[in-house]
């Protein structure tokens, strides 16, 4: 019989500790690694379509040209000339921050827990997509606040949703700190807003006083190349804007950035040189000659045309496999694709069964605060092969497929 342990410490640790679990994601990645297992699970990054002889021949030259410096500590807002490059990167989708507005940060998930912890306290209100980026979740968690979920469709967060939760919090003398939003390719729904709701939101922000964060790792990941324009290029003043070099370039680096008024970004600051003194001086000095020296937008391109094909390969399977009765998310750029299931599937439940069929994904629960989400999972087409895709699709279709006759064996015509 196997013994249940109890936490020896468990009386130690912080209150904002309790119910601090692993992520589903976390749990899943021990047996989606296994060779034989096609995950569809994770949102790595495909490096391998890197050219790793220009970032051997960047990574020299700044050992050669500057290894004290870069060897050593740096300043807590990040490195000055790598904010200038970061600010021309923004600029691609119409950003237009001021380097001095800029805080480096070790990814676009650091810049996301001292966000968290700026402005959260127990019990505030946060509000987000339904679902979002289970990352954010976990940051977010820490502090503790209440995380209320908004709709999306297929052309993004709708602006009514939000009108409306920010009547009924002043209705009930709350206001919410932040809405956190993914609004380009997003994690994990593979939607974008759209122009017109991009103006309604921002409209929404600045009427109600309301801070709205930005995250926007996959902008330039669009399968067309097309841009769209930042929520923080509307309205500067609002919006605190979070990118990442994670999806462009890498995530080893560990370099991504937020872009906040000065009375924020001073703070922020405080709390980065408070959590690590500075951002990798190294990594950031690869970062600055990467985009200084590199035909960076080259290399975007070349990730984008291997996640357009990869995409293309999970809609076209997902079509011929899929039983009648599942939907799914036609992404335009980005790594993901969010299925949904028919009524009486728990994504939660088929978990096992697909793992003995050799194919992971994320059920969709983790990517709420609430607990909902058991109707839906995230697949990422980022990392297999179109090849992988295709097997793995075609394994968890008949899945499904089984589930749904089970199903049908147990309710017949009425709903489960
Ligand atoms: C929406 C979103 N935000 C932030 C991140 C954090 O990425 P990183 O810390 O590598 O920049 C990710 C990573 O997948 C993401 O999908």
């Known amino acids: 019989m196997s013994e249940i342990k109890l936490d020896p410490y468990l009386q130690a640790y912080a209150h904002r500790m309790r119910g601090a679990t692993a992520s589903e994601i976390r749990a899943l990645f021990s047996v989606a690694s296994r060779p034989e297992v096609v995950s569809l699970a994770g949102g790595m990054a495909y490096t391998a379509a890197l050219d790793f002889d220009a970032v051997a021949e960047v990574t020299q030259e700044v050992l050669r040209r500057d290894g004290p410096t870069a060897l050593q500590y740096g300043g807590g807002q990040g490195m ?13 989708e119409g950003g237009a921050a001021h380097p001095d507005d800029l805080v480096v940060t070790t990814g676009g998930q650091q810049a996301l827990d001292l966000i968290a912890k700026l402005f959260c306290d127990p019990g505030d209100v946060v509000l987000a997509e339904g679902p979002t980026y289970v990352g954010a979740l976990s940051a977010l968690s820490t502090y503790q606040p209440q995380v209320i979920h908004l709709p999306m469709d297929e052309e993004g967060l709708i602006p009514e949703a939000l009108a409306q939760a920010l ?29 017109k709701r991009r103006e309604q939101i921002v409209d929404l922000a600045l009427t109600h006083n309301l801070l709205v964060v930005e995250d926007n790792p996959y902008g330039l990941l669009d399968f067309k ?20 070099l994670s999806k462009i370039l890498s995530p080893g680096l560990r370099v991504g950035w937020i872009a906040a008024s000065p009375p924020i970004r001073d703070k922020l600051i405080l709390l980065k040189e408070a959590a ?4 990798s001086n190294l990594t950031q000095h690869i970062a600055e000659r990467w985009f200084a020296t590199q035909p960076w937008l080259e290399q975007i391109e070349a990730f ?19 039983p009648p009765g599942c939907t799914w998310s036609v992404p335009t750029g980005g790594f993901f694709v969010w299925l949904r299931l028919p009524p009486g599937l ?11 069929a050799r194919v992971a994904y994320v059920p969709g629960r983790a990517f709420y605060a609430d607990d909902s989400g058991s109707d839906a999972m ?39």
């Open 346 to 356: 728990n994504s939660g439940e088929l978990l096992a069964q697909a793992l003995n």
């Open 276 to 279: 690590d003194l500075s951002q």
């Open 80 to 92: 000055p000339e790598l904010r200038e490059r970061l600010v021309e990167v923004m600029a691609v």
């Open 378 to 416: 995230r697949l990422s087409f980022c990392y297999p092969t179109p090849e992988q895709i295709r097997a793995g699709v075609a394994r968890l279709a008949e899945v499904v497929r089984e589930e749904i006759e089970l199903v049908r064996a147990v309710y017949g015509d009425r709903e489960p």
């Open 167 to 195: 009547e009924y919090l002043a209705a009930n003398g709350r206001r919410a700190k932040f809405l956190y939003t993914v609004p380009n390719h997003q994690n994990p729904a593979g939607v974008s807003l759209s122009p």
């Open 225 to 244: 190349g097309e841009v769209r324009t930042p929520l923080a290029a509307l309205a500067p003043e609002q919006v605190i804007y979070v990118g990442t």
């Open 304 to 322: 984008r045309e291997v996640y357009r094909e990869r995409c293309d390969a999970m809609l076209e399977a997902l079509a011929t496999d899929f």
